[in-house]
């Protein structure tokens, strides 16, 4: 595989499609969806699919056909389409969500690219999205990060506001059948683990980090994190005052990792530099993956010298998923810094002045 493999979703995590809302189309128990009537050559068909999380999910779209013609995206749940039937369906979703939310699979080039309205028609975007189309297309989002993949061949992430959102596709010909299948994460945020992080009752330890308590359940810490379970099963000093001294992070950093651990899900202004420590020394599921697809999405100049110093230094060590991140290609760190002048100018003068400031 040419990308960085980050998907928590494995062949056992498939389920069929399920239709929430459908306009002129199918979605049979086979998992087949199709455009049953409406206008032809129009794009007045569609399905929002039902997901088991709507804050991570991966929907997958197979088809025969050699070149094929649909249109696949996200949509917030706050918004579930028009309350009339559209000679264009796709239109006021691509609207009314944020940019790049929506890629179209176009018959005529065989190519994906990302969906724009302008002067109130659908356009696709001059760039490709990601590289060729095979016979099937992927969708992924997990928490605020949006990517299309097809093949070994996966578009660059792409950062939406943190949120809960519903897949959907649109059709314009009947002739067309794509086979739907969902991924469920292994590990979900369920309603108990979130009432307790919010709640915060009944808890039965702290971590302790720069003069703040975060007060957290033992339990829910141990089932996330090896290195917690280890502390407070070993007889450590930790375990019998059931506070754990934190001194190498911030306070914020700390939150946000407990936080996941609870929820499996970051707040929107976390910082990903020290919590990609975090995650590699205590051993958080699926920590490092999710930080690791927001760098990817949200770096630029002013935070690129930290993240990328702070991936090398662990790819350097040895962590597996600190090198995927680092050099994988083609949507790598390492690619990013080649291709984009900006990244390596803020690089070079932190360089600079680092070794101006140890020579004095």
Not at 215 to 224: E, W
């Amino acid at each position: 595989s040419s990308h960085v493999g980050f998907s928590h979703f494995g062949r056992r995590d498939l389920l069929l499609g399920v239709m929430l809302r459908g306009w002129n189309a199918t979605l049979d128990t086979d998992g087949v969806l199709r455009k049953i009537s409406g206008k032809s050559m129009a794009w007045d068909a569609g399905a929002l699919l039902q997901v088991p999380d709507t804050q991570c999910f991966e929907v997958s779209l197979g088809f025969a056909a050699a070149r094929v013609q649909f249109i696949l995206g996200i949509t917030q749940t706050s918004y579930t389409g028009p309350g009339r039937d559209m000679n264009d369906l796709s239109r006021p979703f691509i609207e009314k969500n944020p940019p790049k939310c929506f890629v179209e699979c176009s018959k005529a080039t065989g190519k994906v690219h990302p969906c724009l309205v302008e002067d109130g028609v659908v356009k696709t975007g001059p760039a490709e999205a990601f590289g060729p189309l095979t016979a099937q297309v992927r969708m992924r989002y997990e928490h605020g990060c949006l990517t299309f993949s097809s093949g070994d061949h996966q578009s660059p992430p792409h950062k939406v506001p943190v949120g809960s959102y519903y897949p959907c596709v649109f059709l314009v010909e009947k002739e067309l059948s794509l086979t739907v299948q969902l991924g469920r994460k292994r590990r979900c945020p369920h309603e108990l683990n979130e009432r307790l992080w919010k709640d915060r009752k009944f808890t039965d330890a702290s971590l302790s980090c720069g003069g703040r308590n975060i007060q957290v359940h033992r339990a829910v810490l141990a089932a996330a994190s090896p290195v917690f379970e280890r502390m407070w099963e070993c007889g450590m000093r930790e375990t019998a005052s059931t506070v754990a001294e934190i001194d190498d992070t911030t306070p914020a950093a700390l939150e946000s990792m407990v936080q996941f651990a609870y929820t499996v899900s970051l707040p929107e202004e976390a910082d990903l530099g020290p919590l990609f420590q975090l995650a590699g020394k205590y051993e958080v599921e699926g920590l490092a993956e999710v930080v690791g697809q927001r760098m990817l999405a949200e770096l630029g100049p002013g935070n690129a010298s930290e993240w990328l110093s702070t991936v090398l230094e662990h790819a350097d060590a040895g962590d597996q998923r600190a090198i995927a991140l680092w050099q994988a290609p083609p949507r790598a760190l390492y690619s990013r810094l080649l291709q984009e002048p900006a990244l390596q100018q803020e690089v070079l003068e932190s360089l600079l002045r680092t070794r101006s400031a140890s020579s004095r």
